[in-house]
């Protein structure tokens, strides 16, 4: 028991602050996503006796994280009236106008990954915010891997649809620009 500790005590330490920057961007509320990271390392800890030595510690706890937050959707889905506390993605300078635009670019990206279908984030967050190859995507969502290329080719496409319309609105930079702004 005492080396279950250990080991726990040592995936916090290690992969703490990922899986709660993953499941913070996946959840889109600080809140929700500090339970969630807990619920992820007690879930770990009751079942570290499981954990096979050939997989990476942190492709497991990434498996649990998205389980936890695939059962976080769907109870949220059953309890639509319960608000939510969106976290702000980034937070600007008022004192440095490239810095604002810079981030400005920064939020709607984010704003755009997380505006994306759950199955479709998934790919995104896994791909390109924690650098899992496809194979490593694929193991952990439990897919083939030329699923989870369709899902990231769709999801850079209505990234891509969203950009262009946005692009094409006269009132969008300046409205996103202000709530920018005003956010931080």
């Known amino acids: 028991m005492e080396q279950n500790d250990e080991i726990l005590d040592h995936l916090v ?3 703490g602050r990922d899986i709660l920057h993953f499941v913070r961007f996946y959840t889109r509320n600080g809140g929700d996503a500090e339970d969630l990271t807990q619920e992820v390392f007690l879930r770990a800890y009751k079942s570290i006796g499981g954990f096979r030595a050939d997989c990476d510690p942190k492709t ?3 498996r649990i994280a998205v389980n936890v937050c695939r059962n976080f959707a769907r109870w949220q889905k059953r309890h639509p009236g319960v608000p939510m506390d969106t976290v702000p993605m980034a937070q600007t300078s008022p ?3 490239e810095q604002a635009l ?3 670019d920064e939020v709607a990206l984010l704003r755009q990954v997380c505006d994306l279908p759950t199955k479709l984030k998934e790919v995104v967050l896994l791909k390109y915010f ?3 190859s496809i194979a490593e995507i694929a193991t952990l969502l439990g897919t083939l891997e030329g699923t989870v290329k369709v899902r ?3 999801a850079r496409a209505q990234m891509r649809k969203r950009r262009e319309g946005a692009a094409n609105d006269d009132d969008t930079e ?4 202000r709530q920018l702004a005003t956010s931080g």
């Not at 300046?174 to 620009?177: A, N, Y």
């Open 152 to 154: 990231l080719l769709r």
């Open 13 to 15: 330490r290690t992969y």
């Open 174 to 177: 300046p409205g996103r620009l």
């Open 130 to 132: 924690e650098d899992k």
């Open 60 to 62: 497991w706890l990434l």
């Open 95 to 97: 004192s440095a106008e």
């Open 102 to 104: 810079r981030r400005w």
